[in-house]
Nanobody, 124 residues
Framework: QLQLVESGGGLVQAGGSLRLSCASS????????VAWFRQAPGKERESVAA????????VYADSVKGRFTISRDNTKNTVDLQVNSLKPEDTAVYYC?????????????????WGQGTQVTVSS
């Protein structure tokens, strides 16, 4: 059973940066498509970024393009999300998820494995 644990969240001022990390219980997380989702209070969970298992191509939500970067760190066996130029509207619980899928990588139902989430709060 694949287990995922997120870390790196916190409180930051607008314009600041954080690096979120998704650690895996297996040694080959590179064999999974991994995505980051987020859920703000009172809102539905939404896709933020994904990195495919086959060729590590990436997909981003329009709202984070140019500010967020998803990447793999195979030495640490993590998938990280660098979040820059944070805005108050980025405040949410951020979840990582893993899938065997190559298609529809922004769709939640494609993901079987989920972490517990890490809180990101951006103050204005």
């Amino acid at each position: 059973q694949l287990q995922l644990v997120e870390s790196g969240g916190g409180l930051v001022q607008a314009g600041g940066s954080l690096r979120l990390s998704c650690a895996s219980s297996v040694r080959t997380v590179s064999t999974y498509t991994v995505a980051w989702f987020r859920q703000a209070p009172g809102k539905e969970r939404e896709s933020v970024a994904a990195i495919r298992r086959s060729d590590s191509t990436t997909v981003y939500a329009d709202s984070v393009k140019g500010r967020f970067t998803i990447s793999r760190d195979n030495t640490k066996n993590t998938v990280d999300l660098q979040v820059n130029s944070l805005k108050p509207e980025d405040t949410a619980v951020y979840y990582c998820a893993a899938s065997n899928s190559l298609l529809a990588v922004t769709i939640q139902r494609q993901y079987r494995y989920w972490g517990q989430g890490t809180q990101v709060t951006v103050s204005s």
